[in-house]
Nanobody
């Protein structure tokens, strides 16, 4: 069983940056692909970014490509999401998740989820 705890969310102005962290415990972190998803009010949860267990492959949603960067530190059991040039449409609850698959952008293929952290971007 893997427990995931996100942190780093907050209220920022458009154009600002935030770095989200997701700390894992209770499992072999380095054996899981990790992903970030987000859910805005009234919308379905959507894929943001994913990274394979070794960090060798990284994938982004088109909406964040060039602005967000996912990384991981297996020694610290932590995955990060660096978010730059934030826009009001990035406002959402951000979740990290762990998948036993090599990689996935589908939420149903993730086995473990954090509780989420709120990111609010004002215009």
């Amino acid at each position: 069983q893997v427990q995931l705890v996100e942190s780093g969310g907050g209220l920022v102005q458009a154009g600002a940056s935030l770095r989200l962290s997701c700390a894992a415990s209770g499992g072999t972190f380095s054996s899981y692909a990790m992903g970030w998803f987000r859910q805005a009010p009234g919308k379905e949860r959507e894929f943001v970014a994913a990274i394979t267990w070794s960090g060798s492959r990284i994938y982004y949603a088109d909406s964040v490509k060039g602005r967000f960067s996912i990384s991981r530190d297996n020694a610290k059991n932590t995955v990060y999401l660096q978010m730059n040039s934030l826009k009001p449409e990035d406002t959402a609850v951000y979740y990290c998740a762990a998948s036993a698959l090599y990689r996935s952008s589908r939420s149903e293929e993730y086995n473990y989820w954090g509780q989420g952290t709120q990111v609010t971007v004002s215009s």
